[in-house]
């Protein structure tokens, strides 16, 4: 399907705690798409940089790192520390490096653009996928909801891990990690001009995939058999 003008790419971005990735899901079922979470590559990458930084690396160590993240399903993304909340907060900073996200840009359009078969196309959901990524598709969605609420479905998230979860560290720790997204000064998060926008703050999972959804239609993408 590479290059297949008929190849269905949905762009999903927005803050953290918005419901991307729940969203990402829904989609990719209903449109029989693949499902693509950028944020996993730069947590796999996180994980096996530990308290490396990406430019102290060599041109071969780079490369040793990316590589297995060509291929859908990846062994460093289900890494058991991949969902941790200190491996997003890594995640965050590696990802304003200007190097590694110019490594990372072909990797994403090239998995973007050659979904398995039978599927018809990928769902990526990240910071910069309909500004940076995937700027030419027409489906592009920018998932927003106000930061209290935000932070209480990730608290919900890890308290149900960890009962010593604090409220306010979650809403510092989310409030930190927006500034750094929508500051870094490459790819910031920031809503495509083509962009529809939801603001999921008085949605459940269940509004949220419909109105995408209905959304979506409204660009001419349509579900088939």
């Known amino acids: 399907m590479n290059s297949h003008q008929n190849?269905?790419?949905?762009?999903?971005?927005?803050?953290?705690?918005?419901?991307k990735g729940v969203l990402a899901r829904h989609l990719a079922a209903h449109y029989r798409l693949q499902w693509?979470?950028?944020?996993?590559m730069y947590r796999a990458i996180a994980i096996q940089l530990g308290n490396r930084c990406w430019t102290s690396l060599t041109a071969d160590e780079q490369r040793h790192i990316i590589a297995p993240l060509r291929a859908a399903g990846a062994p460093s993304e289900s890494h058991?520390?991949?969902?941790?909340?200190?491996?997003?907060?890594?995640?965050?900073?590696?990802?304003?490096?200007?190097?590694?996200?110019?490594?990372?840009?072909p990797i994403q359009r090239a998995r973007a653009n050659n979904p398995p078969a039978p599927l018809r196309g990928s769902v990526m959901d990240g910071r910069d996928i309909g500004t940076d990524v995937l700027?030419?598709?027409?489906?592009?969605?920018?998932l927003t909801a106000s930061l209290a609420i935000r932070a209480?479905?990730?608290?919900k998230e890890l308290h149900n891990v960890s009962?010593?979860?604090?409220?306010?560290?979650?809403m510092d720790d989310m409030s930190r990690r927006d500034a750094w997204d929508r500051e870094r000064p490459v790819a910031p998060l920031r809503k495509a001009k083509d962009a529809l926008t939801i603001d999921s703050t008085h949605m459940d999972e269940e509004e949220t995939w419909q109105t995408a959804c209905r959304l979506l239609?409204?660009?001419?993408?349509?579900?088939?058999?």
Do not use: F
Not at 217 to 225: F, N, W
């Open 152 to 155: 209480k479905r990730r608290y």
């Open 163 to 170: 009962k010593t979860t604090r409220m306010d560290d979650v």
């Open 80 to 105: 058991p520390a991949i969902r941790h909340e200190s491996t997003a907060q890594k995640a965050s900073m590696i990802a304003q490096t200007a190097a590694l996200r110019t490594a990372l840009l």
């Open 135 to 142: 700027p030419h598709t027409p489906y592009k969605i920018y």
């Open 217 to 225: 239609k409204t660009r001419g993408l349509e579900r088939t058999p």
């Open 7 to 19: 190849t269905i790419m949905i762009a999903i971005d927005g803050p953290a705690g918005s419901g």
């Open 36 to 40: 693509i979470d950028s944020g996993l």
